[in-house]
């Protein structure tokens, strides 16, 4: 399986900008792995401040030679993180597409979003070379005034990294 970007100008083009992975055609480009800011920039003093949720549009695709059967997703991350992961599955068109939103702090209107702390089925039958579209919303989960105690106060550009760990897994 492979996570691809959103956001392509045509289906399977190349599509380097994180910033424009909010839907629309799929890329050939693959989601960065374990890379800081691979999908969300830090939680900065401005998001803080805004308390605004981010979301990008990606996609997950059977690239392997085999159906697979009971695709789930289970996302890990620490207990004192600021903010959460929700996620999205959504259809993906013939023509390789999903929904497309103007920016990261606009909301899919077709998506369903649920936190896949436990691990949580997301398709029975994943057959090969099918794709599917996931949205991924951060959203920050603590008080204004908790997370400003951990960014330092000498400047308003100062940022906090938070990390997810992702797993997809099948039977």
Known sequence: MILLLSGATHKDAQQLDLNRSLGGLVSSTPVPNGRMNGLFSDVSNYTVANNSSEIVGIFLVNNTSNDLANLSIQEIYEDDNICEFEFAVVSV??????????????????ANWFEPIDKTLIKEIFKSGEMIGLWIKRTIIKESEEVSECLPADSVNKNIDECLEVIFSHD
């Open 93 to 110: 068109t013939d023509s390789g597409a999903m929904e497309l939103i103007g920016s990261k702090f606009e909301e899919p209107y077709y």
